[in-house]
């Protein structure tokens, strides 16, 4: 029995989690994390980190011992994370990158991706009809990103998965790790990669406020295709706008965002949280 287990349940210090980038004013994590402590009545914190490249190593160090079960991991440090961990998750080493840690009672750290699973409860919630099996996809885009969900399309059993990248090159690194399922096609090509796609995703910046609109067309997609993007900020793209008015299924990318924190919850505060309304609008409202 240690000395903790004679503390009452009231007097325990409240658990402590967050995300750790440099910047990190922007992430939104913050207010979705929260936002369930608060829902649950969770006595804990989740609280945003600063750490520049040169602090990284030691300040993920002293984490555990100020209490912390564990965080996420942002931008820059999503690579640097991985050479850190002690264990990695299969789905975490595919995708060349961590957002989730924990910190477990022994010591060690052990590492997570969740973005790719993050994308399929999306599809799944939005779009409860879509199956990755069901046809070829199209991935716009060969960054971070792409990886997460070019690994989780496949996992799914996507049977084609054609990408397309204004620099080729990156996507062909993408094909030559993935595998003869994923064919790199012509970024000026792009529209016409749509015929055919049933699943569509745009992973690259474009088509975000103060980004160029992303230069595709959706005439020659299946009227059965879903259309997902990964730009949340605005919520309907220009890409989701013209997939709707085809009468395509449009997913937006704030649910991606939602549904990646919650196996990171789970781990830190021991409740599997939901990811409903009151949730989107809480994180939108800022
Ligand atoms: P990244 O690694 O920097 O990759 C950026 C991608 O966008 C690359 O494919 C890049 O093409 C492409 N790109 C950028 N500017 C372009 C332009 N002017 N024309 C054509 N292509 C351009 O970034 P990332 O981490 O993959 O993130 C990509 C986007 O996804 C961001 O908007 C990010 O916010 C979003 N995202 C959303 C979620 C979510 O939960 N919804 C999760 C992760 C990321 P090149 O290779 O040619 O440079």
Not at 64 to 69: E, I, V
Not at 109 to 125: K, L, V
Request: charged share 20%.
């Amino acid at each position: 029995m240690s000395e903790l287990d004679n503390i009452p349940a009231t007097h325990k210090a409240p658990l402590l989690a967050g995300v750790v980038g440099f910047p990190i004013d922007h992430s939104r994590s913050p207010l979705m994390h929260n936002y369930w402590l608060k829902r649950y009545g969770i006595k804990g914190h989740y609280i945003p980190i600063s750490l520049s490249g040169a602090e990284f190593v030691a300040g993920i160090r002293s984490l555990p011992r100020l209490g912390f079960k564990g965080v996420n991991i942002t931008i820059p440090h999503k690579v640097t994370m991985l050479g850190l961990a002690d264990t990695v998750t299969d789905r975490a080493a595919l995708i060349g990158a961590v957002n989730t840690i924990a910190f477990k009672p022994d010591g060690t750290i052990w590492a997570d991706n969740t973005d790719g699973y993050g994308f399929i409860q999306n599809m799944r919630q939005n779009a409860p009809l879509w199956k990755a099996a069901s046809g070829p996809a199209l991935v716009l885009g060969a960054g971070g990103a792409a990886r997460a969900v070019i690994s989780a399309l496949l996992a799914e059993g996507v049977t084609e998965l054609r990408l397309a990248n204004r620099t080729r090159q990156r996507a062909q690194l993408l094909a030559d790790q993935f595998g003869a399922k994923v064919q790199v096609v012509d970024w000026n090509r792009a529209s016409d990669a749509v015929d055919g796609a049933e699943t569509i995703v745009n992973t690259t910046s474009l088509g975000m406020q103060g980004q160029p609109d992303l230069p595709i067309m959706l005439d020659l997609a299946p009227k059965t295709a879903t259309v997902s993007d990964l730009v949340y900020t605005p919520l309907i793209t220009p890409l989701l706008e013209s997939a709707m008015a085809l009468g395509l299924v449009a997913v937006d990318g704030l649910g991606m965002l939602l549904h990646q924190g919650v196996p990171g919850f789970e781990q830190w505060f021991e409740h599997r949280p939901e990811v409903d309304e009151g949730l989107r609008m809480a994180v939108l409202d800022r």
